[in-house]
């Protein structure tokens, strides 16, 4: 079953899965069929203006589909397909020629969207269809472009918007930025090492291709290809492997001044808060401590955990933002066993990779 299922849905864009494309579908069933139905709403009683225009049903394949892509941003719908259908009108008004105006009419719409930034591939439809349109499109001249064309747009941008919120989808997408965790114009830790959006800028001139990804995602995308990297080569290495097993630990009745003494005896940056059975309740640290409160329970915050047998690189991430300090090991009780800190992972990293780069020579 599981092999017939590949052969009937092989992804053809990365991240893609068949309960996603399932969802995709009903999203634009959806957003077309409230589209027209605005539309009729809108300006039905003229039976020369089509309630939706065909251009819609390209723009919904990228606005449901891939979400995520420039192409399918709410200005580049709207802005692409209106400029473009401006471009298109204007073409079919100047060059009398049929077959010369809609190429003219496509060109000038890439360039158009181009300087805009709108690029939008229905656009190209949105053209052609204000020159091979007919009497109807004809008739509505420069207006067609606003309606249906760009009312269309806009309706199925907003039903887009809505329709990703509840599925709680980053749309309008917006790329990730990673920022210094102190506030400082530095680079967030995990990005000082390792290659630089600059890398990138230079890669993507190398290969002379436009891709359809934001360059913001694609940084994104190539710093966890370098995490997984190392966690496919390093991840025999567990939590319980590098972890430290006699945790110092304070209980949510302590006073501040408790756990603020045992922070600096032992240079440690968190504590975790256990209860008498070792039930782990959340973290305290210096950052907390200056809040104010009498009583640890007053001051602590919710601990990142992991389990034992987690693999230690996948950690490399959180400790590496300059918020976690540490990781709270649990086991299947919920009972702190382990504490994982940024040195910890730092040593290992230190003795694993140097052995990696001499295995290699």
């Not at 702190?336 to 990779?353: E, H, P």
Request: charged share 15%; with cysteine.
């Amino acid at each position: 079953m599981s092999k017939l299922r590949f052969k009937l849905f092989s992804p053809i864009l990365a991240g893609a899965t068949l309960n996603d494309r399932l969802i995709n579908g009903l999203g634009a069933l959806i957003g077309i069929g409230l589209t027209g139905l605005i539309g009729e709403m809108t300006f039905g009683g003229n039976p020369d203006l089509p309630l939706i225009v065909a251009p819609l049903g390209a723009s919904s394949v990228l606005l449901f589909a891939v979400p995520a892509s420039p192409l399918a941003q709410p200005w580049s719908i709207i802005g692409g397909n209106t400029l473009s259908c401006l471009c298109g009108i204007l073409a079919y008004r100047l060059v009398p020629d049929m077959m010369v105006a809609s190429g003219i009419a496509v060109g000038l719409a890439i360039v158009v969207m181009s300087l805009t930034k709108c690029l939008h591939p229905p656009g190209g439809a949105a053209a052609l269809t204000a020159v091979i349109g007919g009497p109807a499109v004809a008739a509505q001249g420069f207006s067609f472009a606003l309606v249906p064309m760009a009312l269309n747009s806009i309706t199925l941008v907003l039903l887009g918007i809505i329709f990703h919120k509840l599925l709680r989808h980053n749309y309008p997408h917006v790329p990730p930025k990673v920022v210094s965790p102190v506030g400082t114009k530095d680079p967030a830790p995990i990005l000082r090492a390792g290659f630089h959006v600059e890398d990138v800028d230079a890669a993507l001139a190398e290969l002379g291709e436009a891709f359809d990804i934001n360059r913001n995602d694609l940084d994104q995308l190539l710093q966890r290809v370098e995490r997984q990297a190392l966690l496919r080569t390093h991840g025999y290495l567990t939590c319980s492997d590098i972890m430290s097993r006699d945790v110092i630990t304070v209980r949510p009745d302590d006073d501040i001044e408790t756990a603020l003494a045992l922070l600096l005896e032992h240079n440690l940056r968190i504590l975790p808060v256990a209860d008498t059975s070792g039930q782990l309740l959340g973290t305290i640290g210096l950052r907390q401590i200056a809040h104010g409160g009498r009583q640890v329970r007053e001051a602590m915050v919710p601990a990142f955990t992991a389990s034992p047998d987690t693999p230690a690189f996948s950690l490399l991430t959180p400790l590496a933002d300059g918020l976690i300090h540490a990781v709270i090991i649990q086991d299947t009780a919920g009972r702190v066993v382990g504490l994982l800190s940024q040195t910890d992972l730092l040593a290992a990293a230190g003795r694993v990779l140097p052995a990696t780069e001499a295995a290699k020579g």
